[in-house]
Nanobody, 117 residues
Framework: QVQLSESGGGLVQAGGSLRLACAAS????????MGWYRQAPGKQRELVAT???????NYADSVKGRFTISRDNAKDTVYLQMDSLKPEDTAVYYC???????????WGPGTQVTVSS
């Protein structure tokens, strides 16, 4: 079992920055993939960024060059640094933990990010 808790969301003007944090209830060093997803009103949940236990990262095209995902195994926390925010980044952002074996997927409750124009 992994419990996840997001923080750092809020209201920001376009062009601004926010840093989201996802704290896990257990050591994340053995979690294969940690990631951030988002869901805007009326849309499906979509991948934002992921980071593997080995440190490899992957980003959605829409956030490349603006967002940075990182993991701090000592603090059991994953971060999402969001710069140059746009109104279309407005969504609820969810933290995800994936254990490839046995294929368990865990989600946090989400944190709201609102970018005003």
């Amino acid at each position: 079992q992994v419990q996840l808790s997001e923080s750092g969301g809020g209201l920001v003007q376009a062009g601004g920055s926010l840093r989201l944090a996802c704290a896990a209830s257990r050591s994340i060093s053995s979690i294969d993939v940690m990631g951030w997803y988002r869901q805007a009103p009326g849309k499906q949940r979509e991948l934002v960024a992921t980071v593997t236990s080995g440190g490899s990262t992957n980003y959605a095209d829409s956030v490349k060059g603006r967002f940075t995902i990182s993991r701090d195994n000592a603090k059991d926390t994953v971060y999402l640094q969001m710069d140059s925010l746009k109104p279309e980044d407005t969504a609820v952002y969810y933290c995800n933990a994936l254990l490839l074996l046995p294929g368990y997927n865990y989600w946090g409750p989400g944190t709201q990010v609102t970018v005003s124009s």
